[in-house]
């Protein structure tokens, strides 16, 4: 008996092609179905295949469409650009290193980037209209809950922040018009106590885990950052509430990341215990999650730090120098593994990123230099970065940073304060740190120097009874 004769291959593409045709020209003309319809195809295709979507997903994203107020008569166009917005986002999942892009990515990238301007007014309206609104409107046919606005809101600016960058006119660094939706939702994530929320916004961000909604959060508030424009800080401030309310969500941002490292290892949580699905680098997804929230929230203080000087000292006010320190500790121990060395790396940029922020306010103009250099001794700051290459391998530029702060360190010894506390150090652990400093020539240079500072001081000030007197007043010129 003979077989039914297959069809041919190219007919069955020929076939094929001319569907997804006949799908754009209907989605071109303001079908929702259809529309939708390539974004459920879209997602599995190749980006060399999505290049033929982009003009249609960006067909339907007209400012002009965009409505005040709500009507019957916006629906269509409202789910046009929902679903526009969604097809997008599908062609952008697939650009996930902007600087190893193949021509098929920069393209996509581009596209995104020319379009900006239409797509983050259509953002703003979903985030005013769908999500922060007290009454968001009720049409039939308008199918948007809050979450989905949510999703919608933060997987395009989280888009926007990877591809743009400083240097691209209409990227979101240079988008002032979402600077107050992403203040907003950043303290949201930091200092909501509604737990039903954080729960969905951690599930709309595709995870499990708790704190995904601030991570992402924190990655966009990051791409904002920018030394030399500071207009994104002066309106995180005002959304915020005012500097104290500001420093003190930073405070409790980075509380929130020590709660949480806490609760998880007391958890008993290991790398062992972790399935390949929801471990980076073999190590579990909390780890990478809890670390870069850190590097980014210590790269928040020392940004905004630089630009506004009352809340440099409202951050020092928190007590955050010696959060930050502690955080630091307890964080670094996850790298003690070696065998994740592409962990590491990420354990290491935090490390960089915090003792850049301690670096700044040790050598920059602070209203009070001993407090904060006391609050970083009461902390433990010594040992902690004294063992930072046993918990970072390969941690060369780190350990470098180190002995020029450690070597900083010696300066304030001429205050009665900072000599104590360092005295008080050198007696609880010098035999432990001296073992740690001996694997680095550079930084057992600097530590030596400095334990000979600390004896050749407090062995002054117990030979001079006035000494004390000297040591409250910055006289180094005098002792040395």
């Not at 986002?89 to 697939?94: A, D, E, W």
């Not at 002032?176 to 737990?195: E, F």
């Not at 010696?322 to 935090?350: E, N």
């Not at 920059?364 to 040992?383: E, H, K, S, T």
Request: hydrophobic share 45%; proline share 4%; with cysteine.
């Amino acid at each position: 008996m003979s077989s039914a004769p297959s069809q041919r291959q190219p007919e069955d593409g020929h076939t094929f092609a001319r569907v997804i045709q006949f799908m754009i020209n209907k989605a071109a003309s303001g079908s929702i179905k259809e529309l939708d319809g390539l974004c459920n195809i879209a997602q599995h295709w190749k980006p060399e295949q999505l290049l033929i979507l982009l003009p249609v997903f960006y067909h339907h994203l007209d400012p002009a469409r965009i409505p005040d107020v709500v009507t019957s008569r916006d629906v269509r166009s409202i789910m046009l650009a929902r679903y526009s917005l969604k097809g997008v986002l599908v062609t952008l999942n697939r650009v996930n290193h902007p600087k190893e892009l193949t021509q098929a990515l920069q393209t996509i990238a581009d596209n995104l980037i020319s379009n900006w301007h239409r797509c983050h007014l259509w953002v703003n309206f979903f985030y005013r209209h769908f999500f922060a609104s007290s009454n968001p409107a009720r049409l039939p046919g308008l199918l948007i809950t809050r979450s989905e606005a949510l999703k919608l809101v933060v997987n395009m600016l989280m888009r926007m922040s990877l591809i743009g960058d400083s240097q691209t006119p209409q990227s979101l660094m240079n988008t002032p018009s979402l600077h107050p939706i992403i203040s907003q939702l950043w303290c949201m994530a930091v200092t909501s106590k509604d737990n039903d929320f954080l729960t969905e916004a951690d599930k709309v961000m595709g995870s499990k885990e708790q704190g995904a909604f601030q991570e992402h959060m924190s990655y966009v508030v990051q791409a904002c950052l920018d030394v030399d424009h500071p207009s994104f800080t002066s309106t995180l401030i005002h959304v915020a509430g005012g500097i104290k309310a500001m420093a003190s969500i930073a405070s409790k941002y980075i509380r929130n990341i020590r709660c949480l490292y806490k609760k998880k290892v007391i958890s008993g949580q290991s790398i062992d215990d972790t399935t390949s699905c929801d471990s980076v680098f073999g190590v579990p997804r909390w780890h990478i999650m809890l670390i870069n929230c850190f590097g980014n929230c210590a790269n928040l203080l020392f940004i905004t730090s630089q630009q506004n000087c009352a809340l440099r000292e409202a951050y020092i006010d928190r007590n955050l120098v010696a959060i930050i320190i502690y955080t630091l500790r307890d964080l670094c121990q996850l790298s003690l593994t070696p065998k994740h060395d592409d962990f590491a790396k990420h354990v290491k940029k935090a490390f960089e990123d915090a003792l850049g922020y301690i670096a700044l306010l040790m050598g920059g103009p602070v209203d009070d230099l001993v407090a904060v250099i006391c609050q970083a001794l009461r902390a433990r700051f010594l040992p902690t970065i004294l063992q930072a290459h046993t918990c970072i391998p390969g941690a060369d530029a780190a350990e470098c940073l180190n002995a020029l702060l450690i070597t900083a360190l010696r300066s304030y010894l001429t205050f009665d304060k900072v000599l104590r506390i360092a005295g008080s150090e050198l007696d609880a652990d010098e035999k432990s740190l001296d073992a740690i400093a001996q694997h680095d020539t550079d930084l057992l240079q600097a530590w030596n120097l400095f334990k000979k500072d600390v004896r050749r001081f407090l062995d002054l000030r117990s030979q001079i009874p006035a000494a004390s007197i000297f040591f409250d007043r910055q006289c180094s010129a005098v002792h040395r």
